[in-house]
């Protein structure tokens, strides 16, 4: 691969994150040695933080201060504070929106993220200065250091990181809103930005075909190193686009130019002009990867590419299949970490699935995930965690949440040091009930995973839905072979079903005394989910990186639209 002529390796990044991320990582190491005492003054201090606030006063945090030791500190925390769910910070939020002063936290948000709520109408979740510059920035550092300690030779090259639109608009107060991934990406080090192969601009383009258009036109003349995109889907739809505009793309890089085709504003279009110089040698180099291969894959036009960071925990793992072999074998991928816009939980440092919590940065408890419905179940403090027990994590943080339910399932891994690691499972939204069966939406995609392997019959995509009405779960699957007969898909559905059977006694039960009915299977057209997903974002008007692909749901919007991808032949 031809090296870029205006970038040379330099040791500056790894000598630079070294110091400041391998700093935080060993405030990491010693808050972990006793996650106890690191629970109780972390506690002390979020709340000392939040005691003069309109929140604080009325839950009484000056009392709850005053107890003189972490048991009495829990016990006072948990009698003033119940458990919160979004809905009961709403009218809080909503005064702040309005410009309202210290009332969940000092001061006023410098953002909201939004993000998607039970309820339909978006969450707001307000940041704290505190909480950007002390837990984010913080994380950030020993997250960029952490890709060092794993792969050396990973700031070598040019980085894609896809996040979302930074500003999506602005509060009555004139406060943004939008993506935090979108603002802590522009608040990278310099030396980082530097490195990636596109303008933030980028992620403000609407159409997301256009905006993965001008990401990988530059992205695929560069030698990139890492790729950051937190859902893998992200990475499924980057190479439909590659496949789709392969030919376009070599001729934008031979002549320096970004194609016409696509709708790009002229404003964004000025910001790329720096990236684009005409690069004949490296358009011949794509030409003849064209000529080998066929189809051609990051393992061939990055085959540098260090670390690929993604979500690899619950739902995210049936794009995972999608992914295989499409990479240098060598590559790590990492998972991307327990991480959402309610709380930046921790890291992963390894090569394994777990997140290290940040036990000095946050407070967190615990609910075992079989006690979720029970008003009077035990409590958990971060260090009495079991290894292989699955809980439901209520956070605390600098942010103005405090005992909030995460509404996730996790499951205790090893230990980092003293503190236990946990990974994501699923949400608790998951789990899916018409009659009281309570259908995990992991065991649905174990009983679909079962039925490939014992059928051969290979999926590009699968979901499922609750039919109330008929008191039946609609199965609707894309099968890779588009011959498969209606006949053939009802049998596989079939295994489907005598698969989720075995592995939920109480589905079982309501299918046997016919509570539940038999499920329903179709068959879906080739490429749906991408045309879904479009139609669906242009629908409720919805960013892309914030698209939630559940394949386990009780969603009328999603069931309804669906249905439009469905094959009518009668084979």
Same mark, same amino acid.
């Given at each position: 691969?031809?090296?870029?002529?205006?970038?040379?390796?330099?040791?500056?990044?790894?000598?630079?994150?070294?110091?400041?991320?391998?700093?935080?990582?060993?405030?990491?190491?010693?808050?972990?040695?006793?996650?106890?005492?690191?629970?109780?003054?972390?506690?002390?201090?979020?709340?000392?933080?939040?005691?003069?606030?309109?929140?604080?006063? &009325?839950?009484?945090?000056?009392?709850?201060?005053?107890?003189?030791?972490?048991?009495?500190?829990?016990?006072?925390?948990?009698? @003033?504070?119940? %458990?919160?769910?979004?809905?009961? +910070?709403? #009218?809080?939020?909503?005064?702040?929106?309005?410009?309202? @002063?210290?009332?969940?936290?000092?001061?006023?948000?410098?953002?909201?993220?939004?993000?998607?709520?039970?309820?339909?109408?978006?969450?707001? %979740?307000? =940041?704290?200065?505190?909480?950007?510059?002390?837990?984010?920035?913080?994380? $950030?550092?020993?997250?960029?250091?952490? /890709? =060092?300690?794993?792969?050396?030779?990973?700031?070598?090259?040019?980085?894609?990181?896809?996040?979302?639109?930074?500003? &999506?608009?602005?509060? #009555?107060?004139?406060?943004?809103?939008?993506?935090?991934? *979108? /603002?802590?990406?522009?608040?990278?080090?310099?030396?980082?930005?530097?490195?990636?192969?596109?303008?933030?601009?980028?992620?403000?383009?609407?159409? +997301?075909?256009?905006?993965?258009?001008? =990401?990988?036109?530059?992205? %695929?003349?560069?030698?990139?190193?890492?790729?950051?995109?937190?859902?893998?889907?992200?990475?499924?739809?980057?190479?439909?686009?590659?496949?789709?505009?392969?030919?376009?793309?070599?001729?934008?890089?031979? $002549?320096?130019?970004?194609?016409?085709?696509?709708? =790009?504003? !002229?404003?964004?279009?000025?910001? @790329?002009?720096?990236?684009?110089?005409?690069?004949?040698?490296?358009?011949?180099?794509?030409?003849?990867?064209?000529?080998?291969? *066929?189809?051609?894959? #990051?393992?061939?036009?990055?085959?540098?590419?260090? %670390?690929?960071?993604?979500?690899?925990?619950?739902?995210?793992?049936?794009?995972?299949?999608?992914?295989?072999?499409?990479? #240098?074998?060598?590559?790590?991928?990492?998972?991307?970490?327990?991480?959402?816009? &309610?709380?930046?939980?921790?890291?992963?440092?390894?090569?394994?699935?777990?997140?290290?919590?940040?036990?000095?940065?946050?407070? +967190?408890?615990?609910?075992?995930?079989?006690?979720?419905?029970?008003?009077?179940?035990?409590?958990?403090?971060?260090?009495?965690?079991?290894?292989?027990? &699955? +809980? @439901?994590?209520?956070?605390?943080?600098?942010?103005?949440?405090?005992?909030?339910?995460?509404? !996730?399932?996790?499951?205790?891994?090893?230990?980092?040091?003293?503190?236990?690691?946990?990974?994501?499972?699923?949400?608790?939204?998951?789990?899916?009930?018409?009659?009281?069966?309570?259908?995990?939406?992991?065991?649905?995609?174990?009983?679909?995973?079962?039925?490939?392997?014992?059928?051969?019959?290979?999926?590009?995509?699968?979901?499922?839905?609750?039919?109330?009405?008929?008191?039946?779960?609609?199965?609707? /699957?894309?099968?890779?072979?588009?011959?498969?007969?209606?006949?053939?898909?009802?049998?596989?559905?079939?295994?489907?079903?005598?698969?989720?059977?075995?592995?939920?006694?109480?589905?079982?039960?309501?299918?046997?005394?016919?509570?539940?009915?038999?499920?329903?299977?179709?068959?879906?057209?080739?490429?749906?989910?991408?045309?879904?997903?479009?139609?669906?974002?242009?629908?409720?008007?919805?960013?892309?990186?914030?698209?939630?692909?559940?394949?386990?749901?009780?969603?009328?919007?999603?069931?309804?639209?669906?249905?439009?991808?469905?094959?009518?032949?009668?084979?």
């Amino acid at each position: 691969m031809t090296v870029d002529k205006d970038r040379h390796f330099s040791l500056v990044p790894n000598v630079l994150l070294t110091l400041a991320g391998g700093m935080e990582y060993l405030r990491l190491k010693r808050s972990s040695r006793n996650p106890a005492r690191s629970q109780a003054a972390v506690l002390r201090s979020i709340l000392e933080y939040g005691r003069d606030t309109e929140f604080g006063k &009325e839950h009484r945090f000056q009392h709850i201060l005053g107890a003189k030791d972490s048991a009495e500190l829990y016990r006072r925390y948990r009698e @003033c504070i119940p %458990i919160m769910e979004y809905e009961d +910070y709403r #009218p809080y939020v909503n005064r702040m929106k309005d410009g309202g @002063c210290d009332i969940l936290f000092k001061g006023r948000p410098v953002l909201y993220a939004t993000t998607s709520g039970a309820t339909g109408e978006p969450k707001w %979740i307000p =940041i704290s200065k505190k909480y950007l510059d002390g837990v984010y920035g913080k994380l $950030n550092k020993a997250w960029l250091y952490n /890709f =060092i300690r794993n792969r050396p030779e990973v700031y070598s090259g040019y980085i894609v990181c896809v996040v979302g639109k930074q500003i &999506e608009g602005y509060t #009555p107060d004139g406060t943004i809103y939008g993506s935090v991934s *979108g /603002f802590t990406q522009r608040r990278c080090p310099g030396f980082i930005r530097k490195m990636y192969v596109s303008p933030s601009e980028v992620f403000n383009i609407d159409d +997301y075909s256009a905006r993965n258009y001008a =990401i990988m036109r530059m992205g %695929i003349e560069r030698n990139v190193t890492l790729v950051v995109a937190a859902n893998p889907s992200t990475m499924v739809e980057m190479q439909h686009n590659v496949d789709k505009w392969w030919d376009e793309y070599v001729k934008d890089i031979e $002549n320096g130019t970004m194609s016409e085709k696509v709708e =790009i504003p !002229d404003d964004i279009r000025e910001a @790329c002009r720096p990236y684009l110089k005409p690069n004949p040698e490296r358009a011949a180099e794509l030409r003849e990867l064209k000529e080998r291969y *066929g189809q051609v894959l #990051p393992k061939h036009f990055w085959p540098n590419l260090q %670390i690929l960071s993604t979500w690899k925990c619950g739902n995210t793992r049936i794009y995972l299949d999608k992914l295989s072999g499409a990479f #240098p074998e060598r590559m790590l991928h990492q998972e991307f970490a327990y991480f959402s816009s &309610e709380c930046r939980a921790g890291l992963v440092l390894d090569d394994s699935i777990e997140t290290a919590l940040f036990p000095h940065l946050h407070f +967190y408890e615990f609910r075992k995930a079989a006690d979720y419905d029970n008003p009077d179940a035990r409590i958990y403090q971060l260090d009495e965690l079991e290894e292989g027990e &699955e +809980y @439901c994590p209520l956070v605390t943080t600098f942010s103005g949440l405090y005992r909030y339910n995460m509404n !996730d399932i996790v499951k205790v891994g090893s230990k980092f040091v003293n503190t236990p690691r946990i990974h994501m499972v699923q949400k608790v939204n998951g789990i899916v009930s018409i009659t009281g069966e309570k259908l995990y939406e992991g065991q649905f995609v174990s009983a679909v995973k079962k039925a490939v392997d014992s059928t051969g019959k290979k999926l590009n995509y699968y979901v499922a839905y609750a039919n109330l009405e008929d008191s039946r779960y609609d199965l609707y /699957f894309e099968f890779e072979d588009q011959t498969t007969t209606r006949e053939e898909a009802e049998g596989f559905g079939r295994i489907v079903d005598a698969n989720i059977k075995e592995s939920n006694m109480e589905y079982a039960a309501k299918r046997d005394s016919f509570r539940l009915k038999d499920p329903a299977t179709f068959r879906l057209t080739y490429g749906s989910f991408d045309a879904f997903k479009e139609k669906y974002l242009e629908s409720t008007h919805g960013d892309a990186s914030r698209f939630k692909p559940n394949v386990l749901a009780q969603d009328e919007v999603k069931h309804s639209l669906i249905n439009a991808y469905i094959r009518t032949d009668n084979q």
